[in-house]
């Protein structure tokens, strides 16, 4: 059985002493946690909001080896990165799956250099490969993606990548964490370090429902903090020089009905040298990315209106039906966390840094979802060193990840009833509720269901459904009850586009 949030707390508080203290709820800290619990270290990993608020729920979707990369000649990224795809597909299939992917060609010879290009891609998987590329003739290529433009169209090329849900990853993630005794917390934000003798020797934090301090002592402190990397790292040395550079990404939802139901579309030739993708996921089609450096972070960046004018521009140059503002049923950005160098960001390679500073914390940052689990494994490696730990195998290459759909609450009184407009439940809401740790209506709409991102505006109405049946749960008060329905709703308008004037 998954314990509750409260039962994880209160194991936290009467441990005096951790292993490894994580401090980050996203990709890169819930793949070290498991990393580590799995060797059998003592691990606690404190969020400061709820698992994956930040950028790890804001991604295109996909679990690839990284078609761009490859044209920028990082052969060595790209086969990790597929060798990882390869691992998630094996051992997260009820969350990670195959997509078919298509890029049209509308002059001969590009046909010839895409096609060339996935043979290359193909290679470089070897045995973990999902399926081989090929060439498609005209007809082929409007038979996989019916909304595609048909005027000038040569062919194209198909070829595999791997699709997931990314918030639905991380709950198994913390879940297969909790299954290996490791205390995964959110809403537990760090406000500082402890040191003795000039080294660091674990967290101060704050619950953030009660209001509570907390001291946590660790051998080891890990910062896995993504794009707020460099406010942890200042906690430990004010003086440090800022590493991270933020590039936000935004994401436009349609209706299906644009491209295709089953197929993915990559257009490799935008006007800035990026790759756009059209992605079918959970009844809709995700366009993104952009990659705009900004200066500050946030957990919840806002599109900007030139971002969202570049998608819709570059979708109605492939797309047959030339979707509009008033098509766009949501839209979302999240903040990649790169190192800084003096590049333009879309050069910057996506693969990760550890970094160990005087006081012995261990910093890692960069990199991408898909090569998350080398991360923690890379990472629990460094703080075994700074520890002193002797070496432990890692265990996580051909590990199982926990399908908590199997979970059943026997004493639950709800009755299964669709959630009208989205692919969920009340028994969804039930399952989540009792063993995913949801603390606010907006953790439920935006990341243990993703109604928020399938339909910003439709997904008002549904909240007031959700809010009633956590409210009976939580026992919420009525203005609790209204409080939380009233901060969802001016959430939702962050997600929803300003329509065409």
């Excluded at 691992?87 to 890029?103: D, M, S, T």
């Excluded at 049923?329 to 790169?338: D, E, F, I, K, T």
Aim: hydrophobic residues 40%; positive net charge.
């Amino acid at each position: 059985m998954i314990p509750s949030r409260s039962e994880l707390l209160k194991k936290a508080a009467s441990t005096e002493l951790w292993d490894i203290i994580v401090i980050g709820g996203g990709a890169t800290g819930l793949g070290k946690a498991l990393d580590a619990a799995s060797r059998g270290y003592s691990t606690l990993l404190l969020e400061a909001h709820d698992f994956g608020k930040g950028t790890s729920s804001k991604s295109t979707k996909l679990i690839h080896g990284g078609v761009r990369y490859l044209r920028q000649g990082n052969v060595k990224m790209v086969m990790k990165a597929l060798r990882e795809r390869g691992r998630l597909l094996k051992n997260a299939p009820h969350i990670v799956g195959p997509l078919q992917f298509v890029v049209p060609c509308y002059k001969w010879w590009h046909k010839l250099w895409h096609g060339i290009g996935m043979k290359v891609y193909d290679a470089l998987a070897r045995s973990l490969g999902i399926a081989p590329s090929r060439w498609l003739d005209f007809d082929s290529t409007i038979s996989l993606l019916p909304g595609i433009t048909k005027a000038g169209l040569r062919g194209g090329v198909s070829y595999w990548d791997g699709q997931f849900d990314d918030a639905r990853l991380l709950i198994s993630l913390a879940q297969t964490t909790v299954l290996n005794r490791g205390i995964p917390l959110n809403y537990m934000k760090v406000v500082g370090l402890t040191t003795f003798n000039g080294r660091t020797t674990g967290v101060e934090a704050i619950d953030q429902e009660s209001g509570t301090a907390y001291s946590f002592e660790g051998k080891v402190v890990i910062n896995a903090t993504g794009a707020f990397t460099d406010q942890i790292r200042h906690m430990d040395q004010p003086s440090a020089k800022g590493i991270m550079q933020a590039a936000q990404g935004i994401h436009l939802v349609l209706d299906a009905s644009f491209l295709s139901e089953k197929t993915a579309v990559m257009v490799p030739g935008t006007d800035d040298g990026r790759v756009i993708f059209g992605v079918p996921w959970h009844g809709k089609v995700l366009l993104g990315t952009t990659d705009t450096p900004r200066d500050t972070v946030s957990l919840e960046p806002k599109a900007l209106e030139e971002e969202i004018d570049y998608l819709l521009d570059h979708a109605g140059r492939y797309f047959s039906m030339k979707p509009r503002r008033s098509d766009v049923l949501s839209v979302y950005a999240g903040l990649r966390p790169l190192v800084k160098a003096n590049k333009e960001t879309k050069a910057i390679s996506r693969d990760h840094t550890i970094e160990v500073s005087k006081t012995g914390l261990v910093t890692i940052t960069g990199g991408k979802w898909t090569t998350y689990r080398q991360m923690g494994e890379d990472a629990v490696n460094r703080a075994e060193k700074v520890a002193g730990f002797a070496r432990r195998k890692c265990l996580t290459r051909n590990m199982a990840l926990f399908d908590g759909s199997t979970l059943r609450d026997e004493e639950s009184q709800e009755p299964d009833l669709p959630l009208e407009g989205f692919p969920y439940s009340t028994a969804d809401i039930e399952r989540a509720i009792q063993f995913e740790w949801p603390v606010s209506l907006e953790d439920m709409m935006a990341r243990r269901t993703r109604c928020l991102l399938l339909n910003a505006a439709h997904s008002k109405l549904a909240s007031l459904k959700i809010a009633e049946q956590m409210a009976r749960a939580f026992h919420w008060t009525d203005e609790k009850k209204q409080t939380e329905i009233e901060q969802y709703a001016e959430l939702v308008s962050m997600y929803e586009v300003t329509k065409d004037v």
